[in-house]
């Protein structure tokens, strides 16, 4: 049966790269972000690269007006099908902008923790209802500890973390599951000027592995795979040394 | 836009930069760039046009959507990231092809039309430039062909700033394979007698850059025809993982590999379905084959001489296979006359395009081949070109004066300039 896609934060270069590969598998696509002139080339693109049907939408993380017609959306679309939901968004201004204006921190933490986790708490019950459906929510490494580079921004993705657990945890009992997913690193807008990435992966290779790895069922994901052993070991460093570092 | 600190190379990998690249995402962030810096492709140029050294360069690669499809009047509208590979996968089930592709699928639109490259059907079909309909540059400007700034742009290598995006006149062709016919020539004589009676639409020949006396110029002609029907299984690309060793095309193995290529086909010719990708880009299969010369890299040498200069193919055969430095991949083709821009670089006549190894005597034949060429009235390709001096261009390129006013009219500040346009000097020309 087709699948229907929600993208939240269409524009990122993960989300491009995941609409690409569904579309090509012939989905319905829900393209959700801001900038709603690329999504509409996107639309138009995804079309003509097999997608079922396209659609751009405007999701806007810092204002919740716009959730609900993006829900509405995606249910037209699948009909009796299941919907699946890809979150991509978050901001992450410099740790020092914020040092500078503290007022920074609610934006941020909307964008990448409670505007994402509200959609996600109005798509809840429509998932259960179907008793069927994926969710995978991008988090990241910068949750796992904080760090003093970025900490605000892995603050809200720990949060979002912990809330797709919850989730995850709530909905497999009506057989929709939900996996976090946590990139390393992906060469994207946010690390292309970045000094020291290393062992940096296509925003292609990191979406099909996401698909793959969603669809079998995995419920926590680093990718690339070995970011899994980085961060155990960026787990493991107990604290009083750990705040002594600047990783 | 953030610029991150880069080095980068040529496909021939002999020449390389280091410099800062943007690279936007979305066209929203393109826009603020349009004055800056250069755009640049997939870098499938062999020599400098793609470099900028201390200097900036904006990557157009993840500029790739396409923007509209007009299947009615067969026109795409499409942003200059998007490959020629991308375009023909998704067009060719639709019953369209890009009317003009590179022999490269790697390259871009916007690398396209910056040289205005041809293909293999350039004799009938023309440059890629004759199927542009309309320009849309990143300050916003959008040219037609009627628009004097339209020829400075085609071919301009990217000196009237980044293209955005472009609609390109699509040919209408019912296209699951390629058929290809496959005859040898065993003289130069034979050969190009047989690429000027040629009626195929598609045609290239592969000619053996080592062989000397009677077999000078001997190679093997392939005309091709879109067919409809069987689709062969779709094959895996392979990499080359490494830096080849130096043996690896020396002399004797390129010669000994060349003898078998062409003995491969059959005295009567043979006629071979084959993948539409396979024809197009043979090379693309293999990954990254550039780094089969070694790290030293490897020079291209492509011209075009008229055709009234047969002797100056024979005499440039001649010194290229006395050398001992061409490689295997060594081409010949017959162009028409079709071309867009001031410095596109098609004319009537033959093309032929030689790599070799980059070595102690490469440039030294590479100089002497460029004035070859020059003699005979015909002119190199810049996409190809590591090697001329300004001074060899002028008599090439008789609108490059009208060009570089046109270019420098709308980049006084020369923000547009690369290691090419610089190395050149083509836009001090008068
Ligand atoms: C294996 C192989 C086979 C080839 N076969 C052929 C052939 O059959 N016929 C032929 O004509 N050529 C051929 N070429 C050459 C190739 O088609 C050209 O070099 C082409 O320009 C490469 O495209 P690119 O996107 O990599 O451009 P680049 O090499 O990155 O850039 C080339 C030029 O285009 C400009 N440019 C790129 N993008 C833009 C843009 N968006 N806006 C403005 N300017 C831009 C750059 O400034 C530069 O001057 C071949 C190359 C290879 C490697």
Known sequence: ?247 | MSWKKHSWAGWGRVQSATGELARPERSAALAPLATEAPAIGNCRSYGDAALVSEGRAITMTRLDKILLFDEADGVIHVEAGATIADLARILAPKGFLPAVMPGTGFATIGGCIAMDVHGKNHHGAGSFGQHVTEITLASGKVLTPDDPLFKATVGGLGQTGPIASAKLKLLRAKVDVMMVTERRAETLESFLDRLDESEATYTVGWIDATATGEALGRGILEEGETGAGLVPPAKRGRKVPFNAPGWALAAPVVRLFNKLYYGRVPAAGRTLVKPIDDFFFPLDRIHDWNKLYGKKGFHQFQCVVPVTARGTLRSMLEAIATSGLASPLAVLKRMGPGRAGHLSFPMEGYTLAVDFRNRTGTRGLISELIAEAKAAGGRIYFAKDSVARAEDIPGMYPELAEWAEAVNAGDPEHHYETDLTKRLSLRSAK
């Open chain 1, 1 to 247: 049966m087709t699948e229907t896609w929600i993208l939240l934060g269409a524009a990122s270069s993960m989300a491009r790269a995941m609409a690409r590969q569904l579309a090509g598998e012939g989905a319905n696509l829900v393209l959700a972000g801001r900038d709603m002139a690329d999504l509409e080339a996107q639309a138009t693109d995804l079309a003509l690269r097999g997608a079922a049907s396209a659609k751009a939408a405007r999701f806007d993380a810092r204002d919740a007006a716009t959730f609900a017609s993006i829900i509405e959306a995606a249910e037209t679309l699948a009909g009796e099908g299941p919907i699946n939901c890809a979150v991509f968004v978050g901001s992450m201004p410099p740790q020092e902008a914020i040092d500078a204006d503290p007022s920074l921190i609610d934006g941020t933490v909307t964008d990448s923790f409670t505007g994402p986790a509200r959609f996600l708490q109005m798509l809840a019950p429509k998932l259960e209802a179907k008793g069927k459906g994926l969710v995978i929510g991008v988090g990241s490494v910068a949750g796992d500890r904080g760090r003093i580079g970025n900490y605000v921004y892995g603050a809200a993705k720990s949060g979002i973390a912990t809330y797709l657990s919850g989730l995850r945890n709530r909905l497999g009992r009506s057989g929709v599951h939900v996996m976090t997913v946590k990139p390393g690193f992906v060469d994207t807008a946010m690390t292309w000027d970045v000094e020291g990435m290393f062992l940096v992966a296509s925003p292609a290779q990191v979406a099909a592995h996401m698909l793959k790895k969603g669809r079998k069922g995995r419920n926590v994901l680093y990718t690339p795979f070995f970011w899994r052993y980085i961060m155990a070991i960026i787990r493991s460093v107990p604290e009083p040394i750990f705040k002594k570092l600047s990783v």
